[in-house]
């Protein structure tokens, strides 16, 4: 059977790289025969929130983010990874065979500490929960970003350990990340992978001054609309190729390579990639806006998710409780 499953931390609000290189393909994905497993993982959030009340909030305003982009709820489970605490057994029962050297080579942990992220015991782990949520709900198909696949990958490496000493108990997970590269990788703005912890982020739902102030921040460069330039090294030109359609953006791409008189101007491009963000996502704005005006309806959405995740986890957990002698 196929099984779609993926996660989104609660830890700050989701940006248009969990939109493009996530969300957006799980609401779409959705549609797809199979069984959808997607959950808000709060666990993982742990790792670095320190305040409960904040990260109570955040949880629900990552389901209505879901909820508002348009997540059949009928179809896809949406979940709190907290609601299903087996996958803290089986976290525990693959730890016991992961070797250190796995973890080491993990390149977000890497990243992390190179920007000076104090790390504790869980962000080190963290590939090992995440595996144990793959592992869970039998998923063959993991959607991710670029910078996932690793550990999707890592989660390959430690099923395959489990299922060499114990027998075959868990199935084998395929990563599924988007074959164009602007999606696969959303670069923040400043160019750099855009991240919830990198400070270099554009919230979804975004709008008005705030927007435009998010947008002024991409850097250009001092030299003026007629000097032809090439296009490929702006990374204006990045971000509008996520919200004009293609023909428009070949259509900018020559004026600007061209340059003279037709030539658009740094501000007048930010301007139409401001327009191309309200196209998009404004209607999932007011979306959003009636869900939080609901919140009852939201947490009895997530408890439905949870119920349905939590029947596919115990199996799999009791599965593996046996295998290695723990059970039976
Ligand atoms: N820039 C990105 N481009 C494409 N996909 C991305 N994803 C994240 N950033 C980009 C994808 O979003 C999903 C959920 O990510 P997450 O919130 O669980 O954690 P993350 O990947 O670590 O996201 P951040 O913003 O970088 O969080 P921090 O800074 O807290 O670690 C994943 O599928 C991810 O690939």
């Keep these: 059977m196929t099984t779609y499953l993926s996660g989104i931390q609660s830890s700050g609000l989701q940006h248009l790289g969990n939109y493009f290189g996530a969300i957006r393909r799980h609401v779409e994905g959705a549609a ?129 350990s489990f299922n060499a000493i114990y027998g075959e108990v868990f199935v084998r997970p395929e990563p599924v990340i988007p074959g164009d590269e602007r999606l696969a990788r959303v670069p923040g703005l400043d160019g750099e992978k855009m991240s919830k912890s990198y400070g270099n982020d554009l919230w979804i739902f975004e709008e ?15 030299r003026p609309p007629d000097e032809p330039k ?24 020559q004026r600007v390579q061209v340059g003279g008189a037709g030539a658009p101007g740094y501000g007048h491009l930010k301007q139409r990639l401001i327009e191309g963000i309200d196209a998009n996502l ?12 609901h919140p009852a309806e939201v947490d009895a959405i997530l408890a439905a998710g949870a119920e349905r995740a939590r029947a596919r986890a115990r199996a799999t957990r009791d599965r593996a409780l046996e295998a290695c002698g723990l059970r039976g």
């Design 208 to 222: 008005g001054k705030k927007l435009k102030k998010a947008v002024g921040r991409i850097p250009t460069d001092s």
């Design 32 to 160: 797809e025969p199979g069984e959808h497993f997607y959950f808000i993982a709060d666990y993982h959030s742990l790792t670095t929130s320190r305040d409960p009340v904040t990260l109570r909030e955040q949880v629900r305003e990552t389901a209505i983010t879901y909820l508002a982009l348009g997540l059949d709820v009928e179809r896809a489970a949406l979940f709190r990874q907290s609601d299903v605490p087996e996958v803290c057994e089986l976290t525990w029962l693959l730890s016991c065979l992961t070797g250190m050297g796995l973890l080491e080579r993990a390149h977000s942990y890497k990243d992390k500490i190179a920007r000076g992220v104090k790390p504790n015991v869980g962000l080190f782990t963290y590939p090992i929960l995440m595996a144990a949520d793959i592992l869970a709900y039998d998923s063959t198909h993991v959607p991710v970003g670029k910078d996932q696949k690793q550990h999707v990958e890592m989660t390959q490496d430690i099923a395959q």
């Design 282 to 293: 404004g209607p999932a704005r007011e979306r959003r806006r009636e869900l939080l005006a």
């Design 230 to 253: 090439d296009p490929e090294g702006l990374l204006l030109f990045d971000f509008l190729a996520l919200f004009v359609e293609p023909e428009e953006l070949d259509d900018w791409r």
